[in-house]
């Protein structure tokens, strides 16, 4: 009874180790499996931040849609000189006969009034904040205010969208700064309505490939940049024309959405 005892023993002291050698090697293998079937994604993913953080896309500008008050013209006041007096020619001395009086004429031109050409106004700018992304060390998703000069228009709700859809500047990049909105997005039209900025963009905007964070990004600086508007409180987004419950994976942007959403 005893040797039997012992060899029980020996098996399931040798049991143990191959149990734990066949879960680590098929745990390993799984692995391995999901990393060869991801990998093209992976790949694209990394190419793709690569470029965001290298490159600055132009953008479409459309055409203007909201008004916005007209730029002051100074008109210059017309100096009008005080009217020439006449003058009166000298009298000749008349000889000794007796002098036969004849009447006298002077003429004096009108006074020309100098008239003043408008001079055309230069371009004037404003003062605009507008958003975009940094990612600090921790890997935190975080806003990044900056301050460009705009030319004034008719339209500077859609001018300054339109600054932030082109990216950031090459100082801007230098310094982390980066834009989170799909490549080839365009700004289709912008309304207020009011309190609410209608903002219609086209089929790019809904396609991210940053995740859930990634979209959650894009839309802050929409809607960040929209609201330093004082006549804008809210933003609806608008996907080439129509309204659209969700973005991407999950995000709801079917009613209007303020800083306090994101």
């Known amino acids: 009874m005893a040797v ?32 060869l079937a991801n990998r093209n994604t992976i790949f694209e993913n990394f190419d793709l931040l690569k470029t965001r953080i290298t490159t600055s896309p132009d953008r479409f500008n459309p055409p203007p849609v909201i008004t916005d008050p007209e730029p002051e013209i100074v008109i210059q006041p017309v100096v009008v000189p005080p009217t020439a007096q006449p ?34 106004t230069s371009a004037q700018t404003r003062d605009r904040n507008i958003y975009f992304t940094q990612i600090d060390r921790d890997g935190q998703i975080l806003r990044s205010k900056v301050n460009r000069k705009i030319a004034v228009s008719s339209s500077p ?43 219609n963009f086209s089929e790019d905007f809904q396609f991210n490939t940053f995740g859930v964070e990634g979209y959650a990004a894009q839309l802050r600086q929409i809607i960040w940049t ?33 800083r306090q959403a994101l």
Do not use: C
């Open 4 to 35: 039997r005892r012992s060899n029980n023993k020996k098996q399931n002291n040798s049991g143990v180790p191959q149990a734990v050698v066949i879960f680590w090697l098929v745990f390993f293998i799984v692995i391995v499996s999901i990393f």
């Open 87 to 120: 003058v009166t020619p000298p009298t000749t001395p008349q000889p000794a006969t007796p002098p036969v009086s004849q009447p006298q004429t002077t003429t004096s031109e009108p006074a020309k009034t100098p008239v003043q050409d408008k001079q055309p």
């Open 157 to 199: 709700l859609q001018d300054a969208l339109n600054v932030m859809l082109a990216g950031p500047s090459a100082d801007e990049l230098n310094r982390g700064i980066i834009s989170f909105i799909p490549q080839k997005t365009r700004l289709i039209s912008a309304i207020v309505r009011g309190t609410t900025a209608y903002l």
């Open 226 to 258: 929209a609201t330093e508007f004082p006549t804008v409180k809210d933003v609806q987004i608008l996907i080439e024309g129509r309204r659209v419950d969700y973005l991407g994976e999950g995000i709801w942007i079917g009613s209007p959405l303020d």
